[in-house]
């Protein structure tokens, strides 16, 4: 039974590595600018701007009532740092 017990817990490491490396494989890669991006695609925005001098995410939205679920979609999906070092600034223009 000893050869048993360590083929099978050589199998189950093997199935818990390659399912670790898959799922870290698939994840998606993050960055301030794919996040910033992915609002275009998500909500009606007419710009966006990432401060690089001064820690400004900047977002002009083309509805005032898009402000509060565009600031919510940001802090759900921008790293903790980012929201640490950024000041973020939504606002509309147009109504």
């Known amino acids: ?13 093997s199935v818990i590595v ?6 870290f494989v698939q994840k ?6 794919l996040v910033m991006d ?3 695609d998500k909500y009606e ?3 966006t701007q990432i401060g ?10 083309y509805d005032k009532n898009d402000i509060p679920e565009v600031e919510k979609y940001l802090k759900a999906k921008l790293y903790k740092d980012d929201l640490e070092h950024y000041e973020i600034e939504i606002f509309s223009r147009w109504s």
């Open 52 to 61: 690089i001098t001064d820690p400004v995410i900047t977002i002009d939205v």
């Open 28 to 33: 998606e890669p993050y960055s301030t600018e």
């Open 38 to 40: 992915s609002l275009w």
């Open 45 to 47: 925005v007419q710009s």
């Open 1 to 13: 039974m000893g050869v048993k017990r360590k083929l099978g817990a050589l199998i189950l490491t």
């Open 18 to 23: 390659m399912s670790v490396v898959f799922w």
